[in-house]
């Protein structure tokens, strides 16, 4: 057995008061909490600050690592969009030693399980060899109607070839889905395609990002509009609904899908309450560095905080963050929303995450039987112990 204890201990949920000696096999297993004489003090690996179960990144696009440092801050998100169509291409050694990079300093700084997003099979050679559980959100869109079935099917083949890829021998799970991009990037047609691929698959997209995206849904006006106008694309079958983007698309996907919404810097309470009453089991994942890279802006934290549903935290891409490490989106919803207990902020970037990505049997909390993972907090660095 391989004991562990520091001044602070976080389970995951909360605060451990009591017993905050950590139990685990040499495999990593988690068997429980032991007290200060129950245990040898030269058995115990004694750490200053805090020790919580590995990280959970719920929202991250691993294969635009290259992109770091390519866009400027505080674009707006349309303009944003644009930069990164212009900015990925790069040498497959290029992306391939980025995406290495990206995944090594991920699981350095704590990350035991993350959801990414892919639009290519880029970052799949490298999956297998990463320390952590990935679930690849295989990412489609396409706003034309016409092209749907062309769209859904490239996205297919990506799909099928994560899904080809065999488990590694490390113990960490690979899993695959297929989802939506964004309200405004997915016609109805291609909605229909996602949902009926996989009856009860995870599906993430990128929801209520921008002002704009609901401006487009609510009068079909604003800069969406604008940016289909000029780039040429026919959005004639689109009929704006006089709400927001959610309601609108929502009832294109089946209850059986849970669902991780990511950003959620413009929804409201009525979105809230349009998810609680539609019946899918609901994740929201913060991106907080992301939304300020972008759009200068921060979502209704405490709206959400208070929402009943699952919150979880993501980076998004080194094209709209510095770094892809969760706690230092903890660290900034703690300087700019204190009323939160930091507590809960470490819940959401752990067990959060864990259940967000169906992966909270494995990793999450220091619950007897699991696998967390061990990391170390001290002076505002986060580092992984196990
Ligand atoms: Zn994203």
Not at 248 to 277: C, M, R, W
Not at 334 to 344: C, G, V
């Amino acid at each position: 057995m391989r004991y562990f204890t520091a001044p602070q201990v976080h389970d995951g949920t909360r605060f451990v008061m009591g017993k905050k000696i950590l139990s685990f096999d040499e495999e990593g297993t988690f068997h429980g909490f032991a007290g200060i004489d129950e245990v040898a003090t030269d058995q115990v690996a004694t750490f200053e600050g805090l020790l919580m179960p590995g990280l959970v990144n719920a929202h991250c696009h691993t294969e635009l690592s290259h992109t770091r440092n390519t866009i400027p801050e505080n674009t707006g998100l349309v303009p944003f969009l644009g930069l990164v169509v212009e900015t990925r291409s790069a040498s497959e050694a290029e992306k391939y030693a980025a995406i290495n990079e990206a995944l090594s300093s991920l699981a350095h700084s704590g990350c035991i399980a993350l959801g990414d997003i892919a639009n290519s099979t880029d970052s799949l050679p490298l999956r297998s060899t990463a320390n952590m559980h990935i679930h690849t959100f295989v990412e489609t869109m396409g706003f034309i109607p016409e092209f749907a079935a062309q769209r859904f099917d490239y996205s297919l083949n990506v799909y099928q070839s994560f899904k080809a890829q065999s488990q590694p021998a490390n113990g960490y799970e690979l899993r695959q889905s297929v989802a939506p991009h964004a309200p405004y990037s997915v016609s109805g047609i291609l909605f229909e395609l996602i949902n009926s691929l996989e009856e009860n698959s995870l599906l993430t997209i990128h929801n209520e990002e921008s002002a704009a995206e609901n401006e487009y849904f609510i009068s079909k006006t604003g800069l969406m509009q604008n940016l289909y106008q000029r780039l040429k694309i026919n959005d004639e079958w689109f009929q704006p609904t006089g709400r927001n983007s959610l309601p609108g698309y929502l009832p294109y996907l089946s209850v059986t899908h849970p669902l991780l919404l990511v950003h959620n810097t413009f929804i409201d309470q009525g979105d809230i309450e349009v998810l609680k009453a539609s019946g899918h089991e609901v994740s929201l994942c913060l991106c907080p560095n992301a939304n300020w890279y972008i759009e200068r802006r921060y979502p209704d934290v405490a709206l959400l905080a208070d929402s009943g549903l699952n919150i979880c935290l993501g980076t998004d891409s080194l094209a709209a963050n510095h770094q892809l490490n969760v706690y230092e989106e903890v660290l900034t919803l703690k300087r700019n929303f204190p009323a939160i207990p930091e507590e809960r902020l470490l819940a959401w970037a752990s067990s959060g995450g864990a259940k967000a990505l169906q992966l909270d049997h494995i990793v999450g909390s220091f619950k007897p039987g699991l696998k967390p993972g061990l990391v170390h907090i001290r002076e505002a660095q986060s580092v992984r112990i196990l």
